[in-house]
T-cell receptor, first 110, second 112 residues
């Protein structure tokens, strides 16, 4: 059974204070790791897909990296508009059903 | 614009009543999913469908039912057998394979 653990559960940053969110996973044959952003009262919005260890993806202030056991979402010089819940999900061999972590709630103070 | 439409945004029902949540997509995606989201619980899979006229139970299917008569539509019925139906319900779709999900903006159901 696939397992995904995200940490920390909640993170408060000052504007401009860089940090990282962690997504640890246990799967039998990773086929894809996905990062999403969710604003309050909205559906999650897709950010990145990572398929193999060593892969990196970037978008504005966000950078996602992947190893064989975990993924990091690095946030560089965050702004208040980056405040949201960030969700991580994995899909493994033979299943097209993503398993989600519980998310990290990020608040960036001006 | 292509996307997933969930309606209504808010829904209120009395205990003991069945209620149906609508989910429509115009992305031409084969696979559709229903998730339930509770505070601190993350997303839990209720039902999924990878093709028309076929669907499978997820982790928490008890008290729920679905149909997939058309590719575009995947309605979810919350029955009176669901013991704790108050939650935020999310519908999602994807084209198939190992690809990201596209989500609707959810329906918040309150049962009193």
């Amino acid at each position: 059974e696939d397992q995904v653990t995200q940490s920390p559960e909640a993170l408060r940053l000052q504007e401009g204070e860089s940090s990282s969110l962690n997504c640890s996973y246990t799967v039998s044959g990773l086929r894809g790791l996905f990062w999403y952003r969710q604003d309050p009262g909205k559906g999650p919005e897709f950010l990145f897909t990572l398929y193999s260890a060593g892969e990196e993806k970037e978008k504005e202030r966000l950078k996602a990296t992947l190893t064989k056991k975990e993924s990091f979402l690095h946030i560089t010089a965050p702004k208040p508009e980056d405040s949201a819940t960030y969700l991580c999900a994995v899909e493994s061999g033979g299943s097209y059903i993503p398993t989600f972590g519980r998310g990290t709630s990020l608040i960036v103070h001006p | 614009d292509g996307g997933i439409t969930q309606s209504p945004k808010y829904l209120f029902r009395k205990e003991g009543q069945n209620v149906t949540l609508s989910c429509e997509q115009n992305l031409n995606h084969d696979a559709m999913y229903w998730y339930r989201q509770d505070p601190g619980q993350g997303l839990r899979l209720i039902y999924y469908s990878q093709i028309v006229n076929d669907f499978q139970k997820g982790d928490i299917a008890e008290g729920y039912s679905v149909s997939r008569e058309k590719k575009e539509s995947f309605p979810l019925t919350v029955t009176s057998a669901q013991k704790n139906p108050t939650a935020f319900y999310l519908c999602a779709s994807k084209p198939g394979g190992y690809s990201p999900l596209h989500f609707g903006n959810g329906t918040r159901l309150t049962v009193t």
